[in-house]
């Protein structure tokens, strides 16, 4: 059974090669950002995440049920990135298991029984696919004059945009 200290270890230190990166993992998250600008210290915001919301969502994804270590710390990372109900939905469907974006005890069985390697390429490549999907949604708001704008960038159906 997978261990949440190490799950989240390994979840947060994934994109960091300091083994004390935890921090780089964290200030990733949307959470993070929306705490920092209201005034919450590195230090606060850390142990929420930590001791609250990840363990929160280790409980929302029955982490403690996982057998593979490196699986949980995956899902806990996909968890954390809002995605969790949008690839059990895909991996639902694809089992032929009633889809209803939460980890149930079917989902979870089939977890335990796929092969580690193979369940962890795909939650590496959805999360990157997902990655992908949120900077062209960003790129296009920007585009289309709903984000900010560069000065002088060209924005469509508006012309020359002087900020």
């Not at 990840?54 to 996909?78: H, N, R």
């Amino acid at each position: 059974m997978a261990n949440y200290q190490k799950a989240f270890q390994y979840a947060f230190n994934l994109e960091s090669t300091d083994p004390n990166g935890t921090l780089i993992g964290l200030k990733n998250l949307a959470l993070w950002r929306t705490l920092s600008v209201h005034g919450f210290s590195q230090e606060e915001i850390s142990a929420l995440c930590e001791d609250l919301y990840m363990s929160e969502l280790w409980q929302l994804l029955k982490g403690a049920q996982i057998y593979d270590q490196k699986t949980a710390g995956l899902l806990l990372l996909v968890a954390s990135k809002g995605l969790l109900g949008e690839l059990l939905a895909e991996m639902q469907y694809y089992l032929g298991i009633k889809q209803s974006r939460k980890m149930c005890d079917a989902t979870i069985g089939h977890i335990n029984r796929m092969s580690a390697s193979k369940l962890q390429q795909w939650l590496f490549a959805s999360v990157a696919y997902f990655e992908l999907v949120r900077q062209k949604q960003a790129f296009v708001k920007v585009k289309a004059g709903i984000g900010h704008a560069e000065k002088d960038e060209i924005i469509p159906n508006i012309g020359i945009l002087s900020v």
